[in-house]
């Protein structure tokens, strides 16, 4: 079984995120395409571009929506935002607002679920904050929201890490520990009874990086 994931640096950092742990749960193997700085058009495009029958399911989760993606004049996509703060500060102030950031965000997820619908591909979405849902958009009624995996009904990996493991959070990171990732994989994603082995567990909660 051959299982996908797709993210930002919630997804991809540099210690063990939740892709790391899924094989924990299920007979696969995991590719990461998480990149750190991701925005959510980086996202669905790669979504899109990696995807194909070989897939036997993808994992998503969206990132914060202010994040937008620039095209350099080599060819190279900067991701996050642009890479000069004037050129950035002055795009945000003409250009974006937070209620067209979750207007696009929500664009993206819809485009997402039509393609991997049309290719006939299972997936589940999750979200790193609550605060990119744009409930009063149009759109919301249009997403399939049973594909989503939350925390206490429209939560996500940022507030079920800062509610339940912020002892284990390094000093000045923002990043949930390994600790968090492997719990939001047992018990958001797959809700599992399964215990890892003692020596694994003592291993994560008494990890340092």
């Known amino acids: 079984m051959k299982i996908i994931t797709h993210g930002c640096s919630f997804t991809r950092y540099k210690w063990a995120c939740w892709p790391n742990f899924i094989s ?5 193997t995991v590719e990461n395409h998480g990149e750190v700085g991701s925005a959510n058009e980086t996202i669905a495009r790669k ?3 990696t995807s194909n029958k070989s897939v036997d399911h993808v994992y998503i989760m969206w990132s ?9 004049q080599n060819g190279n996509i900067k991701t ?7 050129h950035h500060d002055y795009y945000v102030k003409h250009f974006l607002n937070e209620e067209q950031n979750m207007y696009r965000t929500l664009e993206k997820i819809l485009l ?9 591909i299972p997936y589940t979405m999750m979200i790193w904050k609550e605060d990119i849902l744009a409930k009063q958009s149009k759109l919301y009624n249009d997403i399939d929201w049973s594909k989503f995996k939350f925390y206490k009904e429209d939560k996500g990996l940022w507030e079920f890490a800062q509610d339940n ?3 284990y959070y390094i000093p000045g ?33 008494e990890w340092k990086i």
């Open 165 to 167: 493991f912020s002892e």
């Open 24 to 28: 924990w749960f299920e007979n696969a």
């Open 173 to 205: 990171e923002s990043h949930p520990p390994p600790i968090a990732h492997y719990h939001w994989v047992k018990d958001i994603i797959f809700q599992s009874k399964i215990e890892c082995p003692d020596e694994e567990y003592r291993k994560l909660k």
């Open 112 to 120: 997402v679920q039509l393609f991997l619908k049309s290719k006939n």
């Open 64 to 72: 914060a929506t202010d994040r937008y993606e620039v095209m350099q």
């Open 47 to 49: 979504v899109l571009e």
């Open 80 to 86: 996050g935002g642009h890479p000069e703060s004037k």
